[in-house]
T-cell receptor, first 115, second 114 residues
C-alpha cells in the first residue's frame, strides 16, 4: 500500500513561471490537504479538498494559487507567476473519510525553488 | 489566536539518556494532539496522538507523550535516546470542531550524540 505520493520532489522555476505540484493520496483516502513549510518554520495549512470540491481554502493566498482534486487523477496545487517568496516545501497529506480520530499521512513534499 | 509553541529550537542529548521535547498549546476546547517527526529531505511521519483517555500516550519507535490539561502541554518523551532519533520534531493540534486543519509548532531539532 503506497503512501502519499508527491511529484516532483524538487522543482526549480524562474520568476514569472508556473509551478504545478502533484499529489496522489493513499489508497482509500478521499481527503487531501496541502501545507506549506517555509525554511525554519512549521507547516502552515493552505487548503483542504475532497473529490471535486474545495472544502476550506482559508490558508491559500488569494492570488496566483489554486488547487484542485478532480474525480480522476491526483490533486494539483498550481502557483502562477511564481515569486522568490514562494520558495518553500509543499506537503500534501491525506486521510480516510469520516474519522475525526484519524491522523493525516504526509507525502515527502515538493521543494520549490524560485530563481 | 490559536497557536502551538515549541520553546526549544534544539535539544541535545547523549545516546542512552532520556529525552524530552516540549510542546504547549493555546487552542480553545479540548483539541486532539499529535507529534510528527521529519527526517532530512523527507515528509512528516506520524508518531503518536492523544484523543482521549489515559494522559500517557505511547507511540512509534519507543516514543511517548504526556498530556497535561492544566498546563496545556503535550511533551514528547523517550526513556533512552538513540542516535537515529536525531530529526526535526513537530507538535500539532487539531480542534475538535474541525476535523482536518492541523496547527503546527515551529519544530524542535533533536540531536542525539553518540
Amino acid at each position: 500500500n503506497a503512501g502519499v505520493m508527491q511529484n516532483p520532489r524538487h522543482l526549480v522555476r524562474r520568476r514569472g513561471q508556473e509551478a504545478r505540484l502533484r499529489c496522489s493520496p493513499m489508497k482509500g483516502h478521499s481527503h487531501v490537504y496541502w501545507y506549506r513549510q517555509l525554511p525554519e518554520e512549521g507547516l502552515k495549512f493552505m487548503v483542504y479538498l475532497q473529490k471535486e470540491n474545495i472544502i476550506d481554502e482559508s490558508g491559500m493566498p488569494k492570488e496566483r494559487f489554486s488547487a484542485e482534486f478532480p474525480k480522476e487523477g491526483p490533486s494539483i496545487l498550481r502557483i502562477q507567476q511564481v515569486v522568490r517568496g514562494d520558495s518553500a516545501a509543499y506537503f500534501c497529506a491525506s486521510s480516510p473519510p469520516g474519522g475525526v480520530n484519524t491522523e493525516a499521512f504526509f507525502g515527502q513534499g515538493t521543494r520549490l525553488t524560485v530563481v | 489566536a490559536q497557536s502551538v509553541a515549541q520553546p526549544e529550537d534544539q535539544v541535545n542529548v547523549a545516546e542512552g539518556n532520556p529525552l524530552t521535547v516540549k510542546c504547549t498549546y493555546s487552542v480553545s476546547g479540548n483539541p486532539y494532539l499529535f507529534w510528527y517527526v521529519q527526517y532530512p529531505n523527507r515528509g512528516l511521519q506520524f508518531l503518536l496522538k492523544y484523543i482521549t483517555g489515559d494522559n500517557l500516550v505511547k507511540g512509534s519507535y519507543g516514543f511517548e507523550a504526556e498530556f497535561n490539561k492544566s498546563q496545556t502541554s503535550f511533551h514528547l518523551k523517550k526513556p533512552s535516546a538513540l542516535v537515529s532519533d536525531s530529526a526535526l520534531y513537530f507538535c500539532a493540534v487539531r480542534k475538535r470542531d474541525s476535523s482536518y486543519k492541523l496547527i503546527f509548532g515551529s519544530g524542535t531539532r533533536l540531536l542525539v550524540r553518540p
